[in-house]
């Protein structure tokens, strides 16, 4: 597609539920990025995947966050048992370049989910 | 650590007015600077960028000037408009690794 596409735009989900995000990264984009953004906040990295492989998960809070990326392709972030400080918006972010390219790259977003933990 | 810190808002401006919005950074290194826009429902987009000390990253009438000596990205533009109220985030890149530190962002509204 022509950008990032990520779904559902937003979710509502009861405290202890498991919830799915997905995202759809630009085709052929070989690097892909999963940050948090709480309320009022910058967002936040969570992990990066280079195609299939997932070379950096130092960002998730906790055993409860996982991604996959099977295919090299789409993306999924999954939490399970969620808790009310997972509310956030979950952005994903692409690029053409491995490793996202230069250190003066830029990354495509898109507009991200946000969870709601009731 | 790495860090980005950018002035808190709202920042609420008549049209035409000159919009600064402050930005300093803490990193080791010789980071890349950046400034992102996001619009209301939609997400991040790159606005410009500087990788080096001394560069101007300009686009759409703003600019912002890589200062190393005060650790500084400011963004400045000399004329606002109405299309330009979004919330703007300020971010670096390391030259190692591939993150984005982003600062907690400024919210901008014009009015007419």
């Known amino acids: 597609g022509a950008g990032v596409s990520q779904s559902p735009r937003y979710k509502v989900a009861k405290r202890g539920q498991d919830v799915a995000l997905r995202c759809d990264p630009i085709?052929?984009?070989?690097?892909l990025f999963w940050y948090q953004q709480a309320l009022g906040q910058g967002p936040e990295f969570l992990t990066y995947?280079?195609?299939?492989?997932?070379?950096?998960k130092s960002g998730l809070p906790s055993d409860r966050f996982f991604a996959e990326r099977p295919e090299g392709s789409v993306s999924t972030l999954k939490i399970q048992r969620t808790q009310q400080e997972d509310s956030a918006v979950y952005l994903c972010a692409s690029s053409s370049r491995s490793g996202g390219g230069r250190v003066g790259d830029g990354y495509t977003f898109g507009s991200g989910t946000r969870l709601t933990v009731v | 650590g790495d860090s980005v810190t950018q002035m808190e808002g709202p920042v609420t401006l008549s049209e035409e007015a000159f919009l600064t919005i402050n930005c300093t950074y803490t990193a080791t290194g010789y980071p890349s600077l950046f400034w992102y826009v996001q619009y209301p429902g939609e997400g991040l987009q790159l606005l410009l960028k500087a990788t080096k000390a001394d560069d101007k990253g300009s686009n759409k009438g703003f600019e912002a000037t890589y200062r190393k000596e005060t650790t500084s990205f400011h963004l400045e533009k000399g004329s606002v408009q109405v299309s330009d109220s979004a919330v703007y985030f300020c971010a670096l890149r390391k030259n190692t690794g591939n993150q984005f530190y982003f600062g907690t962002g400024t919210s901008l509204t014009v009015i007419p």
């Open positions: 085709s052929g984009h070989v690097s």
């Open positions: 995947f280079q195609n299939e492989a997932q070379l950096d």
